[in-house]
């Protein structure tokens, strides 16, 4: 009966084509919100090129990257090349200026582990977060934007996924699960590693596009407007992406074992890069490497008790794909 079941479901799968599409077009951002977000990072860059004229602001996060939802903060990176430069004081010095200019709800978090300021635009109703000098966020941004030019699959599984995580309560770093960024890094990878493959690995390709931060080298080749039909090879669909994802974390990923890499479009073992034993926070339960970073395991914020919670959605999610009749509506049900 199980069998029959499956074959049933297999069959079916492509019936979810239609709804699923229907859930990634209501979540894209409008074009008038876009131009809001233009219309607040045109003022912020008046404001903060009069009090430091060489400095520039750069989007990035989700409102550039070609993965945000509508209705998404906005961040920001102020650029400053300035030899001491003190980040507390500068953030305390932003909170001042846009205050003076009736921004609202005016924040500077200068502990947090990402410094910023924070503030509303009380005409646009956009919320924006600035950080200093964060050159790498604004690389990987743009990383993750050309990869979604490729293959048109990509941004729908990571809107899918996301939106899936935020519903589910898995979005939530601070509470031990994983962040946007690692979602879609996660779908990226995913799409590498179909066979035939729907994504190329970019950082193993010629270069054209590099540079130094922090003594970190970033190179890949970016001119992915020739690499449109790379992925036309493989003919499937966006429900069938979404249930062999949810396969692959609940049941074929080798936890113990298995890095993610979309730097190197394959899986490394956690032994090649001695992420086998815990030291400090880093406990390494889901491993998923940073493309630029590469000491850096976006999963480090796992722990024991997060690591359960997340494979059990992984498995919940799975299970519904495969057999609940209408799974469009039961993913997505808040927890
Ligand atoms: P959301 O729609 O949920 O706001 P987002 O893409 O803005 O999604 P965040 O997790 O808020 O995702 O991260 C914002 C940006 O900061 C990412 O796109 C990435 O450039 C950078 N970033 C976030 N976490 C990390 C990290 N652990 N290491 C390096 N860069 C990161
Ligand atoms: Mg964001």
């Known amino acids: 009966r199980i069998l029959k079941r499956q074959m049933l479901c297999r069959n079916d799968i492509d019936r979810l084509n239609a709804p699923f599409l229907a859930i990634y077009d209501s979540l894209i951002p409008a074009e008038e919100e876009k131009a809001k977000q233009k219309q607040l990072l045109t003022l912020l860059e ?3 090129c009069k009090e430091w004229p060489k400095a520039r602001l750069y989007l990035y996060g989700s409102c550039a990257n070609s993965f945000g939802v509508s209705k998404s903060d906005i961040d920001v990176c102020l650029a400053i090349e300035d030899a001491d430069i003190n980040k507390s004081e500068i953030l305390l010095r932003l909170a001042d200026i846009f205050q003076s200019d009736n921004l609202q709800n005016v924040q500077a978090l200068t502990r947090a582990r990402v410094p ?18 964060n050159i790498l966020a604004v690389i990987n941004t743009k990383l993750l934007r050309d990869y979604a030019q490729i293959d048109a699959r990509l941004r729908q599984l ?10 589910r309560g898995v979005n939530e770093t601070y509470q031990g699960t994983l962040s946007s960024y690692a979602y879609v890094l996660m779908c990226i990878h995913f799409l590498q590693q179909r066979r035939p493959a729907i994504l190329p690995c970019l950082q193993e ?14 190179a890949f080749f970016d001119q992915v407007e020739v690499l449109r039909n790379f992925g036309s090879c493989n003919k499937e669909t966006i429900s069938q992406l979404v249930w062999a994802f949810f396969n692959y974390w609940a049941y074929r990923h080798d936890y113990a074992n298995s890095v993610i890499s979309v730097r190197t479009g394959s899986i490394l ?3 090649a ?3 086998t034993r815990r030291i400090g926070n880093d406990r390494h339960l889901i491993c998923i490497e940073d493309p630029f970073q590469t000491s850096h395991d976006l999963g480090r914020v796992v722990d024991k008790h997060s690591i359960k919670v997340l494979r059990e959605e992984f498995e919940r999610a799975a299970y519904i794909m495969q057999y609940d009749p209408n799974p469009c509506v039961k993913l997505f049900e808040p927890y």
């Open 46 to 48: 008046k404001l903060v």
């Open 116 to 133: 910023i300021v924070k503030l509303m635009d009380p005409v646009t109703g956009i919320s924006c977060d600035i950080c200093i000098n």
């Open 158 to 167: 990571a809107f899918i996924v996301k939106h899936w995580a935020k519903s």
């Open 205 to 218: 390709m010629e270069t054209t596009y590099s540079a130094t931060v922090d003594d970190i080298e970033c």
């Open 269 to 271: 073992s956690k032994h």
């Open 273 to 275: 890069k001695d992420w």
